[in-house]
């Protein structure tokens, strides 16, 4: 199973970017999705996690400028980020609890897409 994640860029502050991360391989279902974020010298944080039936949430500081959603036929998941400020650069991974096809049930990590936002 692999996650494949993309979309990260330069944005200027107030920018918008939209990440998307699909699960590919032995999946047999995939149950809750997210995004985290690591900044540099920070610790990896939790931005936005989605279960499969679209329920959602969020840290409180992107709460009403970043929106998470999925979709399931194409095992992916999305992060559309608006209002971005420079203080949100950071590597952003996406993360996955996946069931594969021989049973086994565990948490994947995306590779990373790196977002910078200038001032």
């Known amino acids: 199973v692999q996650l494949q994640a993309s979309g990260g860029g330069l944005v200027q502050a107030g920018g918008s970017l939209r990440l998307s991360c699909t699960a590919s391989g032995r999946t047999f279902s995939i149950n809750v999705m997210g995004w985290y974020r690591q900044a540099p010298g920070k610790q990896r944080e939790l931005v936005a996690v989605i279960t499969s039936g679209g329920s959602t949430n969020y840290r409180d500081s992107v709460k009403d400028r970043f929106t998470i959603s999925r979709d399931n036929a194409k095992n992916t998941v999305y992060l559309q980020m608006n209002s971005l400020k420079p203080e949100e650069t950071a590597v952003y991974y996406c993360?996955?609890?996946?069931?594969?096809?021989?049973?086994?049930?565990?948490?994947?990590w995306g590779q990373g897409t790196l977002v910078t936002v200038s001032s």
């Open positions: 993360n996955a609890e996946i069931l594969t096809t021989d049973w086994r049930k565990r948490n994947y």
